[in-house]
């Protein structure tokens, strides 16, 4: 798995997801992005930022870390928008997420081809 920058927003990574990372559930990725998108003092963000910034309640923040819960696409967004991660990078279902990644090497690949 690696990492690139994002240069829609300065100092923030996106995810390059690759195929064991399509595999994961909504609470493992939330895991993941909370242990790889740090504060800038390199500390995890707790469940009241992550509240407070993504403008919902710290319980349905614990619920989706639980699995108790699923997010509506907003509340998705919000998280995704957040942790600087592609649009569906929570929502998409492994399969569709591997199937997306191989539609963007491919096309990067017809690019490197024809150039």
């Known amino acids: 798995m690696r990492t690139v920058r994002n240069d829609e927003a300065p100092g923030r990574r996106v995810l390059d997801l690759d195929h064991r990372g399509a595999r994961r559930s909504l609470p493992e990725r939330l895991a993941f992005l909370r242990e790889t998108r740090r504060r800038d003092d390199g500390e995890r963000y707790t469940y009241d930022q992550l509240a407070e910034r993504t403008h919902v309640s710290k319980a349905l923040i614990s619920a989706l ?12 967004g919000a998280l995704e928008d957040f942790f600087g991660v592609e649009p569906r ?10 199937e997306k990644k191989k539609a963007r090497i491919l096309t990067r690949m017809r690019g490197l081809l024809s150039g």
């Open 65 to 76: 870390f639980s699995r108790a819960r699923n997010p509506g696409v907003p509340v998705a």
């Open 89 to 98: 990078f929570l929502t998409l279902s492994g399969r569709r997420a591997l």
